[in-house]
Every structure is written in structure tokens, then in C-alpha cells.
């Protein structure tokens, strides 16, 4: 079993930058594909971010590529999403999740996908 906390969040104006943190604990990080969801008030989850294991394979939605960039370092056992260009309708809150995986090259974009999540990091941008 892991243990996911996410921390990096907060107030930014929109065009700024954020790089959100998912520290893991409990089993190394590195036996589990990892991915980003968001949930903004009144809305369902929303898939923003997935990295392989090994950290090989990322995928996004249009709705955030070129902005978003997931990445890993499974020596410290966490995950990152960095935001840029923020826009106010990424306002929400940031959610990690991780799916246990030996295979290298397999992301998961799917919220029933995964089988922990963390308590989530609350960003809001202000236009």
C-alpha cells in the first residue's frame, strides 16, 4: 500500500506557474504508474496528467498539453506536475493517484484506473 500527499498549490494569477509535488510513502513509488486529476466545484474528476513507471511514457488531454508536464523521480518518491499558462478554469483542486504496475510503458487516464489517491492541493487562479 502507498501513502500520497500533494503539496505545492495556491493563489496565482492567471499566466503564472505552479509545480505541484505528490510525495509517496509506504512502497516505493517506482512499482506504480502515477497520474494527475483535478476537480473543480460542481465538476467531476478531470484527468489532467499520466507517467508510466518509469517515467518512459506521459499522455495528456488536449485540454492541457503544452502547458502540463508530469514527470517523476522515483530516488525521492515523488511525482511533479508543473502548470504553466495558468487560466482561471484550471482552477480546482489537484489530486495524485497511483496504479500498482511492473510494466514500464503503461499509463492509466482513467479515474476507476487507480487504486490510491492522495487528499489534494487546492490551486486557484485569479484572472
Known amino acids: 500500500q502507498v501513502q500520497l500527499v500533494e503539496s505545492g498549490g495556491g493563489l496565482v494569477q492567471a499566466g503564472g506557474s505552479l509545480r505541484l509535488a505528490c510525495a509517496a510513502s509506504g512502497r516505493t513509488v517506482s512499482s506504480y504508474a502515477m497520474g494527475w486529476f483535478r476537480q473543480a466545484p460542481g465538476k467531476e474528476h478531470e484527468f489532467v496528467a499520466a507517467?508510466?513507471?518509469?517515467?518512459?511514457?506521459?499522455y495528456y488531454p488536449a485540454s492541457v498539453k503544452g502547458r502540463f508536464t508530469i514527470s517523476r523521480d522515483n530516488a525521492k518518491n515523488t511525482v511533479y506536475l508543473q502548470v504553466n499558462n495558468l487560466k482561471p478554469e484550471d482552477t480546482a483542486v489537484y489530486y495524485c493517484?497511483?496504479?500498482?504496475?511492473?510494466?514500464?510503458?503503461?499509463?492509466?487516464?482513467?479515474?476507476?484506473?487507480?487504486?490510491?489517491w492522495g487528499q489534494g492541493t487546492q490551486v486557484t487562479v485569479s484572472s
Open positions: 493517484a497511483a496504479k500498482s504496475s511492473y510494466a514500464k510503458t503503461v499509463v492509466v487516464t482513467t479515474e476507476s484506473g487507480y487504486d490510491y
Open positions: 507517467i508510466s513507471n518509469s517515467g518512459e511514457i506521459t
